[in-house]
């Protein structure tokens, strides 16, 4: 009997892996690297083969580690990042910038190239942009595939396929065209009030061909439709078998959020009590409804983009824990952000706080916007400001610029409720999940800087078992995809906010807006 499932999330580095059980529990998880092609600050750039390749390795050594036979697998769900590949009309790699080599075929999500044409597309103020805060963000699929079309021509000529990441991978598994609606309406537009494409907005902008050009189809599915068997060179490569059925999928944080929300998925009227912080590479505050609740400068409301019969907004932080890698990388006293530095630096935090209490860091303030503001201000040309430093260089300098980072990424995400708030969210409890959920320091901060309950997921790895309830449904082991993901939930842990430190988090808080303002002095200066 097949009664297990596969998951698979693809980050910004790397593809996870997970054997899960039909209730949610993780028997094996494996993860494979991914390369990426920096050749600027603003460009960033994958190979969709790399990709494929890591997922085949990382699933393979999932069911090794699961002890788990290929006819056990009932399904496959995948969630990756939003990023942006291109293949020609024989389903070959082209490169997306006029340099690169073919095999560089994919623009990563925060690659930022196209601030041009996402501001080209602001302008217009066409109705579209009511979808997206009213600011087009360069992270988003249509500024990038402007930004192909005018300085790679040969290969928006030879444009056959356009995928976000996600739809690739399952096009990869069954051939199937189908794409998600969690791709399709957060990151392409689609929909807009319409439930279709905004083609006089495509056509503004140049890109009126783009559906018939990219073999986009007239309308998504919603998230978890079966999109038939695996083929057989796709089931070879990942170690299953023809058997094995393949769901559409999710952008990750979005998976992220369905793997938390657990038994409130159900509860469409009280969806708005359960904000969802996915927090890693960049921060996702998912926000749920069900209604349509549109707020300037935050993502959203996407229709059906998670569960169908509710309505996401989604605000964040586009460098987060890309922004504390970037310090450590910076500093005198840092060098490669590995697992084990980042944890030498949180341990050394602990102990400076610790023999220097409320202090530590003081006088020493960072503005995080080191690639842009993604919300509330929805100004991806903002630019990161620290004030405050000194002359040291040694290790606890470094410590005391990672804690006030740190700090600062937190007050972001409290800037970020507080708008959802005004939109009648409630913002007193936080459900964890990403990278930062399984780290002490940042886990606590989150909480007590934004005075928020964090609920930290008992589940491993959210990502993965988000991608275990697209499969169960795709698998028809539960009716939908609210049943799934409540089935499966795996409960959590609450951590309270310290209240004896809300008086120092709100003076950085004020501190925190006061540099924005500043900022924005300056500019027009």
Known sequence: MRELLVAVDVGTGSARAGVLTARGQLLGRAEAPIAMRRPGAAVAEHSSADIWRAVCAAVREALLLADAEPASIAAVGFDATC??????????????SPDGEAQWDTMVWLDHRAMAEAEECTRTGDAV???FGGVMSPEMQIPKLMWLRGYVPRSWDSLGYAFDLVDFLTWSATGSLERSQSTLVAKWGWGAGTRSWPLGFLDRIGLGDLPARGSLPDRPVPPGTDLGPLTANAAAALGLDVETRVAAGLVDAHAGALGVLGGHA???????????LIAGTSNSILALAPDARPIAGVWGPFPGAIIPGATLLEAGQSATGAVLDHLIRWHRAGGEPTPERHQAIAERIAELRTAEGAGFGAGLHVLPDFHGNRSPLAEPTALGVISGLDLETDFDSLCRLYWRAAVAVALGVRQNLETLAGRGFSTDRLLMGGGH???????????????????????????LLGGAILAATAAGLYPGLADAAAAMDQGGVAREPDRSAAAGFDRDYRILLEMQ???????AM
Do not use: K
């Open 266 to 276: 159900r509860e469409r009227d009280e969806l708005d009590r359960h904000l969802c």
């Open 437 to 463: 959920a399984r780290n002490r320091l940042l886990l606590d901060l989150y909480a007590d800087a934004t005075g928020a309950t964090a609920i930290e997921s008992r589940a491993p790895d959210a990502m």
């Open 83 to 96: 990023s942006l590949v291109i293949l020609d009309r024989n389903g070959a790699p082209l490169p997306v």
């Open 517 to 523: 303002r500043q900022r924005r002095v300056i500019e």
């Open 129 to 131: 942009l009511g979808q």
